[in-house]
C-alpha cells in the first residue's frame, strides 16, 4: 500500500526594516515594534517569513537595498519586503519615546527574489485619533496595518 501525503508549497518571504532617523543612530524600539507586528501577521497567515536585523540610516541613502537583495538571494526566499520606516521626532516632547507621533510614514517594496522586480509598493503615514493611539500599541496596530497592505498584494502576485 503506497500512501502519497499532500505536498504544500508555502511562499518565503524576507523582511527588511530599514529605520531612518535625523536622531537616532541605533534601532529604535518603535522600529522593532513595526518589525515585530509585520511579522507576526505575515506568519499567522501562513507565509514562512525570516528577517534580518533592522538596519539604520540616518540619510535615507538606500546603501542598504543591495545587501538586503543579495541576502535574499542567498536565503533562496521568494520575496523581499523591503520596508523603510521614517521616523519625524526632532520636534516630539519625547523623541525617545514609542510614540506613534514620531513615525512620518512607512514605505515599503515587495520584491520577487527571481527576476529582482518590484510587483508591488505602498506608502503609510499612521493615524491618531485617540491619545491610545500614540503608545507601543498603537505603533504594533499601525504595523499590523502595513502588513495588512503586503499580504494583499502578495495574495495579487
Same mark, same amino acid.
Given at each position: ?14 523582511? +527588511? ?43 535615507? !541613502? ?10 535574499? $538571494?542567498?536565503? !533562496? ?20 519615546? &514609542? ?7 512607512? +514605505?515599503? +517594496?515587495?520584491? $520577487?527574489?527571481?527576476?529582482? *522586480?518590484?510587483? @508591488?509598493?505602498? *506608502?503609510? !503615514?499612521?493615524?491618531?485619533? &485617540? ?9 504594533? +496596530?499601525?504595523?499590523?496595518?502595513? @502588513?495588512? !497592505? ?5 495574495? $495579487?502576485?
Amino acid at each position: 500500500l503506497l500512501m502519497i501525503a499532500p505536498c504544500a508549497v508555502a511562499t518565503t518571504l524576507t523582511l +527588511q526594516i530599514v529605520q531612518v532617523d535625523k536622531i537616532h543612530s541605533d534601532v529604535t524600539d518603535s522600529s522593532l515594534l513595526i518589525e515585530e507586528s509585520i511579522f507576526d501577521y505575515l506568519f499567522s497567515k501562513g507565509y514562512i517569513v525570516t528577517s534580518s536585523p533592522v538596519a539604520t540610516d540616518l540619510e535615507n !541613502s538606500n546603501s542598504s537595498y543591495a545587501l538586503a537583495v543579495n541576502d535574499a $538571494r542567498s536565503s !533562496s526566499v521568494d520575496f523581499l519586503i523591503y520596508t523603510k520606516v521614517f521616523f519625524d521626532a526632532e520636534n516630539s516632547t519625547d523623541p525617545d519615546g &514609542n510614540l506613534l507621533q514620531n513615525i512620518d510614514s512607512v +514605505q515599503w +517594496q515587495l520584491i $520577487r527574489i527571481s527576476d529582482n *522586480k518590484q510587483i @508591488a509598493s505602498g *506608502k503609510q !503615514s499612521p493615524k491618531i485619533t &485617540n491619545s491610545e493611539d500614540n503608545t507601543a500599541k498603537g505603533i504594533s +496596530q499601525f504595523g499590523v496595518q502595513i @502588513a495588512g !497592505s503586503i499580504c494583499s498584494s502578495l495574495g $495579487r502576485k
